[in-house]
């Protein structure tokens, strides 16, 4: 190694924690190991550079499983693992292959991130009891390492609700040109990169596909999981030209990169030997949490709760796919299930007659349409539009989507009260929201020039593809900077006016400055680029905007 050489790896080393401290990469849910990189198409575009689509929305409306507990210091740990041969990690360990315990200097600093966030890491393994079992089955029937089991920790903390801010999204953090090429659907009703079962097969193939163009190199492939084939097989060629070695260490790779293989290493490290490091896991069973049962049509998770006694929250967190909490006409015609709940789904499911299921239908409002004209055209009561679409005294609006139950049943669609709604895509320092209806002669390149900001970010925010056509009347979610656009809506924009510098102290959290300078934990988040994930170090800056 020559002296350039091993002077920018001790500069490296000597970064990486501050690195890590400073902007909380490391399996963090929206701007995890993932949110950062270019799972774009693969076998067909070897550089993965396509612009990813995301989906705008607040963070108000994330699930208990994660928010800010997991940074509390002394959370309840209910189920610690403490050695038990029937829980999934004796499987998981029994089943290692890679070169996890290895003299290499940044798989020792991501173990001593592991060590200072213990909290953080036994949340991420209590959210996973609902999947893991099928995630290490499904490796196991491949033949493939199980540590790649602990792949959807460094992605997601294996949160199948988690939205990069690059719009990946799901357990495996697909972004929708590399679902699209491993057979994830994407529908109104579906997303097939937030399904269980079938985002696990697709990551599954992939990585298998990345195992073999690299030789049978699981730390390239996993890399390339990361940062795309393409980019590797150039570091890769680059060090053969110079006759240097090609394996993982040896490459000349992005930080992120060089940091995401080791934090899979070290995670695999810990959960050899959890104690050794000071360190609880949930004592996940080592059984199967979960069955897929065949629907044999479009059904509501308020139907199939009523049918197998299964709360309707819970059914939303196994099938987090399904985007409207319904089955839609098109999508795979299965829900899972909790195991202990299949016999008696199944038994009803087959009893109940099929108008009665509580199907739904989508319906987009044209110009002229009426509630009362839409209800007349489906043979319904308005109340049961109304009540399905909690409409309330709002007017329809051309372009907006409506779900109707074409059983003309009048009953609130239940929805998970936890449901999470996709985080926003990246947001311009101290930005203001603004909601802008779209009106005659309007187009993405104006909008973009009327509010300053790019007209991918608006494709972004809204969830809009790149070939996808902004509609008459459609109301658009545009985060900009301009001041003059503030100003001309003092009705929806909340215009701040005092800008302030805060110090956190010890003790203190989000709920807590919040609640001091009485504005919300989505706006610091916002202003601060902070991950809602991360931890608040004391001493550490924040900017604050706050009315007179």
């Excluded at 994330?62 to 050695?83: E, H, Q, T, V, W």
């Excluded at 695999?268 to 609880?280: D, L, T």
Aim: hydrophobic share 40%.
């Amino acid at each position: 190694m020559t002296l350039k050489a091993r002077a920018l790896k001790v500069k490296k080393r000597r970064n990486f924690s501050s690195l890590i401290a400073s902007l909380n990469v490391v399996l963090c849910i929206f701007i995890s190991a993932c949110s950062q990189t270019q799972h774009t198409a693969s076998i067909s575009t070897p550089d993965r550079k396509a612009p990813r689509s995301g989906h705008g929305s607040s963070l108000s409306a994330l699930p208990d499983i994660i928010d800010a507990s997991d940074d509390i210091p002394n959370p309840k740990f209910d189920r610690l693992y403490s050695g038990d041969a029937d829980t999934i990690w004796e499987p998981i360990r029994a089943g290692y292959k890679l070169d996890w315990d290895l003299d290499q200097p940044l798989i020792d600093d991501a173990v001593a991130w592991y060590r200072k966030n213990p909290t953080f890491v036994y949340r991420s393994t209590e959210r996973s009891n609902r999947y893991m079992h099928y995630v290490l089955s499904a490796i196991q029937q491949r033949n493939m390492p199980t540590e790649l089991a602990l792949l959807p920790f460094i992605e997601s903390a294996y949160d199948p609700f988690a939205y990069s801010r690059s719009g990946a999204a799901g357990l495996w953090q697909f972004v929708p040109q590399t679902a699209s090429t491993f057979g994830l659907g994407h529908t109104w009703w579906y997303d097939g990169r937030k399904d269980i079962v079938a985002s696990t097969d697709a990551a599954l193939t992939y990585l298998q596909f990345l195992h073999d163009k690299f030789d049978g190199d699981w730390l390239l492939a996993v890399a390339a999981y990361n940062f795309g084939e393409g980019s590797i097989q150039r570091a890769v060629d680059e060090n053969k030209r110079k006759g240097q070695p090609t394996d993982f260490w040896h490459l000349s790779l992005r930080e992120e990169t060089r940091t995401y293989v080791p934090r899979l290493l070290a995670l695999a490290k810990i959960v050899n030997a959890p104690h050794k490091y000071g360190i609880n896991l949930y004592a996940i069973p080592d059984k199967a949490y979960f069955a897929a049962v065949s629907t044999g049509g479009p059904l509501t998770l308020a139907k199939a709760s009523d049918l197998s006694n299964v709360d309707v929250d819970e059914l939303y967190r196994l099938n987090p796919g399904l985007n409207h909490s319904s089955i839609g006409p098109q999508d795979p015609q299965r829900l899972l299930i909790p195991i202990d709940s299949v016999d008696k789904f199944s038994r009803e499911l087959a009893l109940m007659p099929a108008d009665k299921r509580g199907n739904l239908k989508q319906y987009d409002v044209a110009k002229g349409d009426t509630l009362a004209g839409i209800a007349r055209k489906f043979n319904i009561d308005p109340a049961a539009i109304r009540n399905t679409n909690r409409l309330g005294d709002k007017l329809l609006r051309p372009g907006q989507s409506l779900l109707i139950p074409i059983n003309g049943e009048t009953e609130t669609v239940a929805v998970a009260k936890t449901a999470p709604a996709p985080v926003a895509a990246q947001t311009p320092f101290g930005a203001i929201q603004i909601f802008h209806t779209v009106e005659a002669g309007d187009n993405l390149r104006r909008l973009s020039q009327r509010y300053d900001v790019s007209a991918k970010d608006i494709q972004r925010w809204n969830g809009l593809g790149a070939d996808d056509p902004i509609k008459l009347g459609q109301k658009l979610n545009i985060w900009t900077d301009k001041q003059e656009v503030k100003a001309a809506q003092p009705k929806t924009v909340a215009v701040v006016s005092k800008k302030v510098g805060y110090t956190v102290q010890n003790g203190d959290s989000l709920t807590a400055i919040a609640d001091k300078f009485k504005i919300e934990i989505e706006d610091i988040l916002r202003w601060n680029q902070v991950n809602p994930r991360g931890l608040l170090q004391p001493g550490q800056r924040l900017t604050l905007y706050v009315s007179r």
